[in-house]
Structures are given as structure tokens and as C-alpha cells.
């Protein structure tokens, strides 16, 4: 079953090549940028909805926010349609200020109305992107309390909890919960109170440096230069993002000039094509982490003996060494590398035998058939398939699923599933964004509906980690504070988790030679408006 989707998935791909070439001849138009990657995560355009890296890479070119992240340090935040900001002297407000002029691509003027009606919006939708905002306090009952249009201009936002306004700065960039829409248009396509989530799904409206001319699911989209665009306007007149699933696909079109970027390639792709003198390959370390989950809602895994014997299977730098190489870094804690002023390593260490005893003493003498969900792209389903053959020698026996990105994930958000190789993934470069994340979970039940959460999405509700996650927040002393988020990271991996982690996310991009400009967003929202071609 594995091999036989992956056949078809080339199929498809090599199905889909004559058409790309009836665009690009071995050489792509000057005016012209051409992106390969996989769009099969990318469920909706709507910025309120589910987040993956491959949307927000489309959607940081339609769409922006108050303030962005710096792209040479994800750690700071920059102006963006807000020229400014202040923070009140009591630390519980923060007051923007719109640069003048703003439009939309519609043409229509971008207001503090637009604004704050983008942020409610998110909450009175109450899809993935609401959890970023409700984390920090923010409801539907006090948005309008949270969110105020002081006049056309400025904007007053609530800091509800006692943080770092930093965090609320950060929650704001993040591509899709802080992006601004355009009112006007939206609701002029709005159907049945449905806030123009139906007609977002497929089409855009912002202030982008370009906009969205065309949309296919699974297939392609065109961006065309927004000429109404507030900053520096894009040196493509065109993007043409494909999607391209196979990666070997990806290094063909690459090596004839069919494409200018390819964002889905391998270790195997990679390393020739960085010997290429007409291609260049840029690795950095990314933002995410791929794991593996383990659903406590399934009788089984509920089981921490079972748990621990799985993780105990695992051969860490293996899996790193070969198949997430170009993909990822070996990396076991929850906070991603960077973020943890004092990193905490696991001590895992794989013990086969160890694990076979473990299972026993589960009640599985016999070991158990589980099934393991993934996406049908690299390096997901290779990881899968190496998860299957290091379970196997410890009598735990994995089917794998292999799907899309609704087929994979839209089980896990309704909690129905057994395992799931994933990627983790936030903007908010902090340690409590990966926490609140991978461990916290204040509401376990299936109503509170906590999509944005990967804890709640495998059940895994631990109080104590909830509790240490507020308080360490809410630490003034960078010291005493990064103490805390160790002790975190030690009680994470004590207390068996759900989510295991496996690799820290690199991103490695295979370019053309030519192409000036391009550099990776160490958050997922690279912006295409200042690249171009030497030719």
C-alpha cells in the first residue's frame, strides 16, 4: 500500500510536467519568479484558518500584519503596517500607529477599523489561528474591550496577562492570526454569516506586495505585483508557485531553468545539485520541530508503558543521520534550538530489549498493531518508514496511512487518530510558543475545541506542566526564568509525553544561480518582493 501511493503521487507529477513547459521553456521570464513545493497541507487561503509552512509561505506575500519578524533574527519584531508602536507605562496596552496612505490591492484604504475588525474576526471564526489569541487571554466576550480603534490611524490593543508585551508583539506578526484584511471586500463576498471565509478560501485581500491573480488546490498559485503595495514594489512582475510534491521532480525542472526556487528537495536531490555550478543550495536552521504523536485518547496509548516502550524504539541519530539529512538536526525537547537560553538534552537512549520488557508489563506480551498517519511527501513518509521498520524490532507492529494534509490532519484535529508523524511549527520565537504548543493544555475536553494546540489535539493535558508554563512566563529575571523552562523540559520528558520530538527543523532551498535576494524567513514568511534575476 506505502509503495503504491507513492507511485501514484510520481504519476501525477510527471503527469503535470508538459503543462509547466508550455509556460517555461529551460528558462524561466526575467519579470517571472517559478516555485516548486508541496501544497498538499495547504487546506485554505483563509488566513484564519488551519496554519502549515507551505500556507504561510503563500500568505506572507498577500497578506500583512501591524508588525512583522525580523528576518535576520526571529527574535526581535519590526515595523510593518504599523510605522510605530508604544507600550503603556503599566504594561497592559499597546498603542499602534498605521502609516499613512495604506491600500489594499483592492485599492480601498487600509483603516484602524480593518484592523480591529481582522483580529475579532479570527476569534468570531474561531478556527486555528483564534488559539494564538486565546492563549494570551483574548476572547470573543472581550474583544471589543481588547481591541480599540483610538481614531483612523491608531490602535490600542490589551495586554490581558502579566507578560512580556513582547509576546503579544510576536502573536501579532504571526502570518494569518495578526494579518489585515480588507473589510470592504470581504464582506462584500461574505455568504451566510460566514465572514468571507468561503469565498478567502480560494481568493485574497491585502496589502501584500503582490495578490493573488489565481488559485488551484493541490495544483498552483499565480501572484501578480499589488501595484497599490505600501513598501518597495516587488521586482516580479509574477510568481507562479507549483505544486510539486516529488522532489526529484523538483531537481529536474531546476537543473533545466524550469524553475527559479525549490523548496521540497532531499538529501539525495541536494547533494548534486550543490555541485551544480548554475544552482545554488542554502541550508538554515529552521523553524519547527518533527515529531512523533501518540493519541491518549486511544486505550492503548494511553498507556505510559506503551509510550515509553515506543520512544525507547527509536533510534535518534540514525533517523537524523540519514533520512533527515537536509531535513533536520537531531533534537529531543520541546523548546527549539536557539530559544533555550539553558537547552535540556533527554536522556534517551534506545534499548530495544528494554522496551519488549516494557510492553509486557503494558499487557502486550505479544506486542500491538497500530496504525501511523503521514503525509505522502518527503521527508514524512520516509520518516514513517523508518519508524515502522525500528518499531517492528520491538514487536510493534505500524500501518501506515498516507494522505493529504486534510487526510492526515484533519484526524488529528478531531482527535481521532493513533499515530501521526508531524511537524510542529509557531512564529512566536519563544520558548513559551513551543511550550504552549507541545505541552500546554488547559482544557482537555473535545468541546474547547483547542485546535491550534498539538497537546490537545493528542489529549495530553499534564496541570503541573500547565502551571510551571504560566508562572515561567510571567518571570521578570532572564535567569531565574530560564532555569524554569529546563525544569519544564525535564518534567516534559519525565512525564512520558504524547509528542515526541525527533529533529529540529533545518530548511535547505535549492536555487537558481541568478536569482538575487532570496533569503529564508527563519519563520516560514520568507517575502518574495525583493528577489530577483541576474540576467
Known amino acids: 500500500m506505502k509503495r503504491r501511493t507513492l507511485l501514484a503521487g510520481a504519476a501525477c507529477a510527471t503527469i503535470a510536467l508538459p503543462f509547466t513547459r508550455g509556460i517555461a521553456h529551460a528558462e524561466t521570464p526575467k519579470n517571472q519568479l517559478a516555485i516548486g513545493f508541496s501544497m498538499s497541507n495547504i487546506l485554505t487561503l483563509d488566513p484564519a484558518g488551519s496554519s502549515s509552512k507551505e500556507r504561510v ?13 525580523d528576518a535576520a533574527d526571529r527574535s526581535k519584531v519590526v515595523p510593518s503596517l504599523a510605522e510605530g508602536w508604544e507600550v503603556g507605562k503599566d504594561r497592559k496596552s499597546i498603542r499602534f500607529q498605521l502609516r499613512k496612505g495604506l491600500k489594499f490591492a483592492s485599492g480601498n484604504p487600509v483603516t484602524a477599523e480593518d484592523v480591529v475588525w481582522s483580529l475579532t474576526r479570527v476569534l468570531k471564526l474561531n478556527l486555528a489561528q483564534a488559539t494564538n489569541l486565546r492563549l494570551r487571554g483574548y476572547t470573543l466576550d472581550n474583544a471589543a474591550e481588547s481591541f480599540k480603534v483610538v481614531d483612523e490611524h491608531r490602535i490600542d490593543v490589551a495586554i490581558l496577562q502579566p507578560i512580556d508585551p513582547l509576546i503579544i508583539l510576536m502573536t501579532l506578526a504571526m502570518t494569518g492570526t495578526g494579518s489585515v484584511l480588507d473589510r470592504k471586500t470581504v464582506l462584500s463576498n461574505e455568504k451566510n454569516g460566514d465572514m468571507g471565509s468561503g469565498w478567502l478560501a480560494a481568493n485574497a485581500a491585502g496589502t501584500g506586495a503582490f495578490m493573488l491573480q489565481s488559485w488551484r488546490s493541490n495544483e498552483m498559485a499565480i501572484l501578480t505585483r499589488n501595484e497599490n503595495y505600501w513598501g518597495e514594489k516587488a521586482k516580479m512582475a509574477r510568481v507562479l508557485m507549483r505544486h510539486i510534491p516529488e522532489a526529484q521532480t523538483q531537481r529536474l525542472l531546476i537543473e533545466k531553468g524550469d524553475l527559479d526556487i525549490a523548496y521540497s528537495l532531499g538529501a539525495a536531490d541536494l547533494e548534486p545539485l550543490a555541485r551544480n555550478e548554475d544552482v545554488k543550495v542554502t541550508s538554515d536552521t529552521g523553524n519547527g520541530l518533527y515529531y512523533l504523536a501518540m493519541s491518549l485518547k486511544n486505550e492503548h496509548l494511553a498507556k505510559p508503558k506503551l509510550r515509553e516502550a515506543i520512544i525507547k524504539l527509536i533510534d535518534y541519530d540514525g533517523i537524523n543521520r540519514t533520512v533527515m539529512a537536509y531535513y533536520g538536526v537531531k533534537h529531543l525537547s520541546p523548546i527549539q534550538v536557539g530559544l533555550a537560553r539553558k537547552p535540556y538534552d533527554p ?13 509486557k508489563e503494558a499487557g502486550y506480551p505479544d506486542g500491538i498493531e497500530l496504525t501511523l498517519r503521514t ?3 518527503q521527508p514524512f513518509d520516509n520518516l514513517a518508514v523508518a519508524l515502522q521498520g525500528l518499531l517492528a524490532q520491538g514487536n510493534v507492529r505500524v500501518k501506515i496511512l498516507t494522505g493529504t494534509g486534510e487526510q492526515v490532519y484533519g484526524p488529528m484535529r478531531e482527535r481521532n487518530f493513533e499515530l501521526i508523524v508531524g511537524r510542529s511549527g509557531g512564529q512566536i520565537s519563544h520558548p513559551d510558543g513551543d511550550l504552549r504548543s507541545l505541552a500546554f493544555n488547559p482544557d482537555n475536553s473535545d468541546a474547547a475545541k483547542l485546535t491550534g494546540l498539538q497537546s490537545w489535539r493528542v489529549s495530553y493535558k499534564n496541570d503541573e506542566i500547565n502551571a510551571r508554563i504560566e508562572a515561567a512566563l510571567q518571570e521578570p529575571d532572564p535567569d531565574k526564568q530560564a532555569n524554569l523552562y529546563q525544569e519544564i523540559e525535564k518534567l516534559y520528558a519525565e512525564s512520558i509525553p504524547a509528542i515526541q520530538p525527533i529533529s529540529q527543523v533545518t530548511d535547505s532551498v535549492a536555487q537558481r544561480a541568478d536569482i538575487e535576494g532570496f533569503r529564508i524567513s527563519p519563520v516560514w514568511q520568507t517575502k518574495l518582493a525583493g528577489v530577483s534575476k541576474k540576467r
Open 347 to 359: 536522556p534517551i537512549v534506545r534499548d530495544v530489549e528494554g522496551a519488549k520488557a516494557l510492553l
Open 375 to 377: 503525509l505522502s511527501e
Open 57 to 69: 509561505q503563500v500568505l506572507a506575500n498577500l497578506y500583512d500584519g501591524l508588525v512583522d519578524i
